[in-house]
């Protein structure tokens, strides 16, 4: 079967320009109905509101990427030879287009952000080993950095004798200004004692709590304090947030492409600013194409199954089948997502984290205190009892106080729990009035997470 | 979903598999070539494909609740099935990987941190075979060389006679690194060479290594499982590696890292590096961020597909190599030319000598004359590029390396006869061959 036929002009596609110059004219958008085919594998009867931890991928791109896996299966070395470099090249010119990055060599594709994050730290690791770097440099991270990046950093890092600068950003929050101030702070706290800051790592939107940082501002603030190197993770950026990797301006930017961009699990870019000074990255897993830059390192690296790399034109191809392309998708689930959180704010009497402007395309939602989320396990306790007793996927937070601080709190004390509803093209308002009604039953039945079962 | 989770050795004895079943198991290979280089990329059965599709789709279902509830039992599924097929003490002992290229990278990664630490001394060395994988040297070089160690390569005769020709050798070069007060930290050892491929007698290597007084040996055996036997304890290794997708009939791609149980075990890491840093390298290897796992839960299926032929696996191997030994002799014959190892030292795959007036003379010579089989006979094989030894007598610089796997039938050495004497008749050299 042949490949699927390459999109054209794919800026124009991602821009939303629906003016672009194409052999075929565009006859309607995208409806209802269409999109709930796209979308009829997700399990019926689940409230699907937590696009944001594994993403979701149309019925359209998954079939693209069956062919994509026939095709190797069919004849694999004759795939290898003569077609899945040049697509992979392809797929990394879409993405540098994207993301407005100037060369396609800046533009690795690799598994998640995860891999993403032991590529730099791997290096960073190397360098305190090999010399370039002196015991207790310092590598700063955000205290709400994802899980799995803080592991990596001590895995690579610590391990390595570099020390860590944590900085807390306030959550609830109500502006950039808040996010900048506390990062100037912390930073300058950090450094109190004349490290030398290696390496900082920013999110651009934080996982757990959710919050668009103003990764620019903090950028910048970096560069003014002699931080050596920024590495922005991204992993919900794209599709969910505009992306202009030189406006940003960091030294290394990741996101996950199966999170907002409907490609399958799994794919993400590493974007690596080129520059005279720019470090010799290396994929950790080491095969034929190793010294051959990173983008082309991480295009082989042993047999694998390569397909969820290759059909990110067939994305920008279903992306340009709604009104806007990307750039309308994001705009709709954003405004959509915020509705929805305002409404179950009010519905429950308590607050959103942040501000609409701060909001991708999800929200944080103050839980009522009477839930009494008092814990991470109270937390997980609670997004497992949602599951499973009213088939609501939703992941909960629970924010703890910060120096005795009271940031958030309804008519019966604290807010401490919140939900992280998202809203991608499938969501329907029925889902969210679920989590409404599941929210406000088990408060009526008295029902407190302390009273849940470890599951 | 049902499936028989059973391990093998059950009392249900599943339908044997009939010709037309098997034709239709691979009827998405294309139809256009003959296939003699399972051991590049491997196959996979469209039963198989369908297992894994399922499993894809349940995550694509409902992906939080595959990922607390389905995945991490669904891989431990998969690491009995391995734990029992390779003869492995504990569960804890196996790991599982994307390929063998990425266990490399993890076990080669462990020792560069004991350079760093300064447990290994600049100089250490390191002692794996002159034709040990590629992408292996590579990473040697990635994560030892440049640590500071040293590499020792074992030149390894090409084509050879006997287990003890490369015995020798291996002794020789153990012996030379003791006269050079060289400390070995690790030795890397085939257990089937890629290229050219060769069955190497590792037990017996394993052994020499412990007496020698080498501390930790890992065998590639990344064309091994499906392919030979493999027991990890009688290879007494401390690592062992091999790829499930190349004869064990996975999709691509997965493979198992065998850490054999030690205090070293629980400093064993990803490279990857998630939730579960910390829990020891199986656990590890089971979250590498959101990915798609379900090349490696189709364990169950594929112990279900073996069973259908006669001697399971057992009988699938020892077939595919008699199978293998008799038409690599039918094509030696063909065109005058030589095996390059006897067959006890051959598993599924047979370096058979090219005729020398195809005037093989170079690497790239071999990949031309790949590409030109496969464009204009459609033939898949891969070629090996010897290079000849010193004062060497009308040297046998090309071989081609053939398979034989379930699918095959014996027109597809017909045909790659066929095309050879073809080229011979009609004067081809690779020099006229374009690039």
Same mark, same amino acid.
């Given at each position: 079967?042949?490949?699927?036929?390459?999109?054209?002009?794919?800026?124009?596609?991602?821009?939303?320009?629906?003016?672009?110059?194409?052999?075929?004219p565009k006859l309607s958008f995208i409806t209802e109905p269409e999109i709930r085919q796209e979308f009829a594998h997700h399990k019926p009867g689940i409230a699907r509101i937590n696009n944001g931890s594994f993403g979701s991928c149309p019925a359209s791109i998954i079939a693209a990427q069956k062919r994509w896996q026939l095709r190797f299966?069919?004849?694999?070395?004759?795939?290898?030879?003569?077609?899945?470099?040049?697509?992979?090249?392809?797929?990394?010119?879409?993405?540098?287009?994207?993301?407005?990055?100037?060369?396609?060599?800046?533009?690795?594709?690799?598994?998640?952000?995860?891999?993403?994050?032991?590529?730099?730290?791997?290096?960073?690791?190397?360098?305190?080993?090999?010399?370039?770097?002196?015991?207790?440099?310092?590598?700063?991270?955000?205290?709400?950095?994802?899980?799995?990046?803080?592991?990596?950093?001590?895995?690579?890092?610590?391990?390595?004798?570099?020390?860590?600068?944590?900085?807390?950003?306030?959550?609830?929050?109500?502006?950039?200004?808040?996010?900048?101030?506390?990062?100037?702070?912390?930073?300058?706290?950090?450094?109190?004692?004349?490290?030398?800051?290696?390496?900082?790592?920013?999110?651009?939107?934080?996982?757990?709590?959710?919050?668009?940082?103003?990764?620019?501002?903090?950028?910048?603030?970096?560069?003014?304090?002699?931080?050596?190197?920024?590495?922005?993770?991204?992993?919900?950026?794209?599709?969910?947030?505009?992306?202009?990797?030189?406006?940003?301006?960091?030294?290394?930017?990741?996101?996950?492409?199966?999170?907002?961009?409907?490609?399958?699990?799994?794919?993400?870019?590493?974007?690596?600013?080129?520059?005279?000074?720019?470090?010799?990255?290396?994929?950790?897993?080491?095969?034929?194409?190793?010294?051959?830059?990173?983008?082309?390192?991480?295009?082989?690296?042993?047999? #694998? /199954?390569?397909?969820? =790399? &290759?059909?990110?034109?067939? !994305?920008?191809?279903?992306?340009?089948?709604? %009104?806007?392309?990307?750039?309308?998708?994001?705009?709709?689930?954003?405004?959509?997502?915020?509705?929805?959180?305002?409404?179950?704010?009010?519905?429950?009497?308590?607050?959103?984290?942040?501000?609409?402007?701060?909001?991708?395309?999800?929200?944080?939602?103050?839980?009522?205190?009477?839930?009494?989320?008092?814990?991470?396990?109270?937390?997980?306790?609670?997004?497992?009892?949602?599951?499973?007793?009213?088939?609501?996927?939703?992941?909960?937070?629970?924010?703890?106080?910060?120096?005795?601080?009271?940031?958030?709190?309804?008519?019966?004390?604290?807010?401490?729990?919140?939900?992280?509803?998202?809203?991608?093209?499938?969501?329907?308002?029925?889902?969210?009035?679920?989590? #409404? /009604?599941?929210?406000? =039953? &088990?408060?009526?039945?008295? !029902?407190?997470?302390?009273?849940?079962?470890? %599951? | 979903?049902?499936?028989?989770?059973?391990?093998?050795?059950?009392?249900?004895?599943?339908?044997?598999?009939?010709?037309s079943e098997l034709r239709s198991e691979f009827s998405h290979h294309d139809p256009t070539i003959a296939r003699l280089n399972n051991g590049s990329f491997g196959c996979c059965p469209s039963s198989i494909i369908s297992a894994q599709q399922r499993y894809q789709l349940l995550f694509l279902r409902q992906p939080d609740y595959f990922y607390?509830?389905?995945?991490?039992?669904?891989?431990?599924?998969?690491?009995?099935?391995?734990?029992?097929?390779?003869?492995?003490?504990?569960?804890?002992?196996?790991?599982?990987?994307?390929?063998?290229?990425?266990?490399?990278?993890?076990?080669?990664?462990?020792?560069?941190?004991?350079?760093?630490?300064?447990?290994?001394?600049?100089?250490?060395?390191?002692?794996?075979?002159?034709?040990?994988?590629?992408?292996?040297?590579?990473?040697?070089?990635?994560?030892?060389?440049?640590?500071?160690?040293?590499?020792?390569?074992?030149?390894?005769?090409?084509?050879?006679?006997?287990?003890?020709?490369?015995?020798?050798?291996?002794?020789?070069?153990?012996?030379?690194?003791?006269?050079?007060?060289?400390?070995?930290?690790?030795?890397?050892?085939?257990?089937?060479?890629?290229?050219?491929?060769?069955?190497?007698?590792?037990?017996?290597?394993?052994?020499?290594?412990?007496?020698?007084?080498?501390?930790?040996?890992?065998?590639?055996?990344?064309?091994?499982?499906?392919?030979?036997?493999?027991?990890?304890?009688?290879?007494?290794?401390?690592?062992?590696?091999?790829?499930?997708?190349?004869?064990?009939?996975?999709?691509?791609?997965?493979?198992?890292?065998?850490?054999?149980?030690?205090?070293?075990?629980?400093?064993?890491?990803?490279?990857?590096?998630?939730?579960?840093?910390?829990?020891?390298?199986?656990?590890?290897?089971?979250?590498?961020?959101?990915?798609?796992?379900?090349?490696?839960?189709?364990?169950?299926?594929?112990?279900?597909?073996?069973?259908?032929?006669?001697?399971?696996?057992?009988?699938?191997?020892?077939?595919?190599?008699?199978?293998?030994?008799?038409?690599?002799?039918?094509?030696?014959?063909?065109?005058?030319?030589?095996?390059?190892?006897?067959?006890?030292?051959?598993?599924?795959?047979?370096?058979?000598?090219?005729?020398?007036?195809?005037?093989?003379?170079?690497?790239?010579?071999a990949l031309k004359l790949r590409t030109h089989l496969r464009e204009c006979f459609g033939v898949e094989v891969h070629m090996y590029y010897r290079a000849p030894i010193e004062r060497e007598v009308d040297p046998v610089t090309g071989y081609a390396r053939i398979s034989h796997q379930v699918y095959n039938t014996v027109e597809d050495y017909?045909?790659?006869?066929?095309?050879?004497?073809?080229?011979?008749?009609?004067?081809?050299?690779?020099?006229?061959?374009?690039?």
């Amino acid at each position: 079967m042949d490949p699927p036929a390459e999109t054209e002009d794919p800026r124009a596609a991602a821009n939303g320009e629906n003016n672009h110059v194409s052999k075929k004219p565009k006859l309607s958008f995208i409806t209802e109905p269409e999109i709930r085919q796209e979308f009829a594998h997700h399990k019926p009867g689940i409230a699907r509101i937590n696009n944001g931890s594994f993403g979701s991928c149309p019925a359209s791109i998954i079939a693209a990427q069956k062919r994509w896996q026939l095709r190797f299966l069919q004849q694999p070395d004759d795939f290898f030879f003569n077609h899945l470099q040049r697509k992979i090249l392809h797929s990394r010119t879409i993405v540098k287009d994207l993301i407005n990055a100037d060369h396609v060599d800046e533009v690795s594709i690799v598994d998640n952000a995860t891999t993403a994050a032991a590529i730099v730290l791997q290096h960073v690791g190397w360098a305190f080993a090999d010399g370039r770097f002196q015991k207790g440099d310092a590598v700063v991270m955000l205290h709400c950095a994802f899980q799995a990046v803080k592991k990596s950093i001590e895995a690579y890092v610590t391990r390595a004798g570099g020390s860590v600068i944590v900085v807390h950003l306030p959550f609830p929050v109500n502006s950039n200004e808040e996010i900048i101030a506390e990062f100037r702070k912390g930073l300058a706290r950090g450094k109190a004692n004349g490290k030398k800051v290696r390496l900082a790592i920013i999110d651009h939107i934080t996982s757990m709590p959710c919050v668009v940082i103003p990764a620019r501002e903090l950028v910048k603030i970096c560069r003014e304090e002699g931080v050596e190197r920024v590495f922005v993770d991204a992993a919900h950026a794209i599709g969910s947030i505009p992306v202009d990797v030189k406006e940003i301006g960091a030294d290394f930017y990741v996101s996950n492409l199966h999170k907002w961009f409907f490609c399958p699990p799994s794919v993400a870019f590493l974007y690596c600013r080129k520059s005279p000074l720019s470090p010799d990255l290396h994929h950790p897993v080491v095969s034929h194409e190793y010294g051959n830059g990173l983008a082309i390192e991480s295009a082989w690296i042993g047999t #694998r /199954d390569y397909s969820s =790399q &290759l059909v990110v034109p067939d !994305v920008l191809e279903f992306i340009n089948r709604f %009104e806007g392309g990307l750039e309308g998708i994001r705009k709709r689930n954003h405004d959509a997502v915020v509705e929805m959180g305002e409404m179950l704010a009010k519905a429950w009497g308590t607050n959103l984290g942040s501000p609409p402007e701060m909001c991708p395309s999800m929200v944080m939602i103050g839980l009522p205190s009477r839930m009494g989320v008092l814990s991470d396990d109270d937390a997980l306790k609670l997004r497992t009892h949602l599951r499973d007793h009213f088939g609501l996927e939703v992941p909960i937070h629970f924010q703890m106080p910060r120096d005795g601080e009271i940031r958030a709190a309804d008519g019966d004390g604290c807010i401490t729990g919140y939900a992280r509803i998202s809203h991608q093209v499938y969501n329907t308002l029925d889902d969210y009035v679920r989590l #409404r /009604d599941a929210i406000n =039953q &088990l408060l009526s039945d008295g !029902v407190a997470c302390k009273m849940l079962q470890r %599951e | 979903m049902a499936s028989l989770h059973s391990t093998h050795g059950t009392t249900h004895k599943p339908e044997s598999i009939t010709l037309s079943e098997l034709r239709s198991e691979f009827s998405h290979h294309d139809p256009t070539i003959a296939r003699l280089n399972n051991g590049s990329f491997g196959c996979c059965p469209s039963s198989i494909i369908s297992a894994q599709q399922r499993y894809q789709l349940l995550f694509l279902r409902q992906p939080d609740y595959f990922y607390y509830n389905t995945l991490k039992p669904s891989i431990l599924k998969s690491r009995r099935i391995i734990q029992e097929l390779i003869n492995a003490d504990h569960v804890d002992e196996v790991s599982i990987v994307d390929n063998v290229t990425t266990a490399a990278a993890i076990v080669l990664q462990h020792y560069t941190w004991s350079f760093f630490s300064s447990s290994f001394q600049p100089g250490d060395a390191a002692i794996i075979l002159h034709h040990s994988y590629s992408a292996v040297k590579k990473a040697v070089q990635a994560y030892i060389s440049r640590a500071g160690g040293h590499v020792i390569e074992v030149p390894i005769p090409f084509p050879v006679k006997s287990d003890d020709e490369i015995i020798l050798e291996f002794q020789n070069a153990l012996q030379m690194a003791k006269l050079n007060g060289r400390k070995i930290r690790l030795a890397l050892i085939d257990h089937i060479t890629s290229m050219p491929s060769v069955i190497i007698p590792v037990k017996e290597l394993v052994k020499m290594c412990r007496e020698e007084g080498v501390d930790r040996i890992f065998v590639d055996g990344a064309q091994a499982i499906g392919h030979v036997e493999i027991d990890v304890k009688d290879i007494g290794a401390d690592f062992y590696t091999s790829n499930l997708h190349k004869w064990l009939f996975c999709p691509p791609s997965a493979a198992f890292l065998y850490c054999k149980m030690s205090d070293e075990l629980s400093n064993m890491h990803h490279l990857v590096i998630s939730h579960e840093y910390g829990n020891g390298l199986a656990m590890e290897s089971g979250w590498v961020g959101t990915r798609d796992y379900s090349a490696q839960l189709v364990l169950p299926e594929v112990m279900e597909f073996v069973r259908r032929f006669e001697g399971g696996i057992e009988g699938i191997m020892s077939r595919n190599h008699e199978k293998v030994m008799e038409m690599a002799d039918m094509l030696s014959e063909a065109w005058g030319t030589e095996l390059g190892a006897p067959s006890e030292m051959c598993s599924s795959m047979v370096m058979v000598g090219m005729p020398a007036c195809l005037g093989i003379k170079s690497g790239e010579d071999a990949l031309k004359l790949r590409t030109h089989l496969r464009e204009c006979f459609g033939v898949e094989v891969h070629m090996y590029y010897r290079a000849p030894i010193e004062r060497e007598v009308d040297p046998v610089t090309g071989y081609a390396r053939i398979s034989h796997q379930v699918y095959n039938t014996v027109e597809d050495y017909h045909r790659f006869r066929d095309a050879v004497n073809k080229l011979v008749k009609d004067g081809l050299t690779c020099s006229l061959l374009p690039n």
